[in-house]
């Protein structure tokens, strides 16, 4: 586990399940993508273990040499859409992510909001959840997202915000993974009714209850 350091220049955050509950129904979504990828003429068996963005990724390769990666990943890309769009809309604050968020910018921490989502679902969510921050990073904005740590590492570069002395925080194992990979302290959320064990697979150098514990390091 790394040192814990204090304060914390910048804290990145993941949105969905961290910051607002969306009730995003995934398991619907991923059925939607799989048959798709069905239609296209691609067995999906080998795929049905990944996220989402991954069986996105793993189908396009394999439907590049056919010529139809392109048609592939626009008609993906709208079935996601068709999901997250109409869950923003219903997008509900995880308390008390506004009043923390606004007392971190208070203490001059720079604030990043990292999300798998596309960027018109995100900012139909900060509309309804009018949450602090300097910086959006979104799928459409990068080309490789959480878990990759590039999202992680760009909202950085914007913030002027150097990893070691920077957190990341998250519901998911991914956002974990993806912070550890940059280099940040890492921050595991459990909110009922995760448990730890949720975290087993990229362990984080900290759990929390409540992003109310995050103002002790700043």
């Known amino acids: 586990m790394k040192p814990l350091f204090r304060p914390a220049e910048a804290v990145l955050f993941d949105l969905d399940g961290t910051l607002v509950e969306t009730r995003l129904d995934f ?5 939607a993508l799989l048959a798709l990828v069905s239609s296209f003429g691609l067995p999906t068996a080998y795929l049905a273990s990944l996220d989402m963005l991954s069986i996105i990724e793993h189908a396009a390769s394999d439907l590049a040499p056919a010529g139809v990666d392109g ?3 626009s008609s993906a890309e709208e079935v996601l859409r068709s999901f997250e769009l109409p869950a923003a809309e219903g997008a509900e ?3 008390p992510a506004v009043s923390v968020l606004s007392a971190l910018a208070e203490r001059n921490v720079r604030i990043g909001i990292v999300t798998r989502n596309c960027r018109d679902a995100a900012e ?5 959840v009018p949450l602090t921050h300097h910086v959006l990073l979104t799928r459409d904005d990068v080309r490789r997202t959480k878990p990759h740590p590039d999202q992680l590492l760009r909202a950085l570069h914007c913030l002027q915000a150097h990893p070691t002395r920077s ?19 890492t921050v595991g959320l459990l909110r009922p009714p995760n448990t730890p064990e949720r975290f087993a697979p990229q362990p984080p150098d900290s759990l929390v209850h409540s992003l109310e ?4 390091w700043t």
Do not use: C, N, T, W
């Not at 398991?27 to 059925?31: E, G, N, T, V």
């Open 27 to 31: 398991s619907a979504m991923k059925a």
């Open 71 to 73: 048609d592939f990943r």
């Open 93 to 95: 604050e995880i308390p």
């Open 124 to 128: 139909i969510a900060l509309r309804r």
């Open 167 to 185: 957190l990341m925080v998250g519901d998911h194992p991914m956002d974990i993974q993806g912070g550890r990979a940059a280099g940040m302290f």
């Open 213 to 216: 514990e995050l103002l002790s």
